[in-house]
């Protein structure tokens, strides 16, 4: 089974980046992954639905 991967790059403000770098901290994870659950929640509160086809 292959995964479909897409890149996505950022360019995020100073301030930004150490709010990421906090949280990634605070709850030991991957930045990548605070990006990754701040997009799912932003989609989430927005009903933003996606085909994963």
Do not use: F, Q
């Amino acid at each position: 089974m292959s995964t479909k991967r897409t890149a996505l790059m950022l360019r995020l403000r100073p301030e930004d980046r150490e709010v990421i770098k906090k949280l990634a901290k605070y709850y030991d994870i991957a930045e990548a992954d605070v990006i990754k659950i701040l997009i799912r929640e932003y989609m989430k509160n927005h009903k933003i639905e996606v085909d994963s086809s």
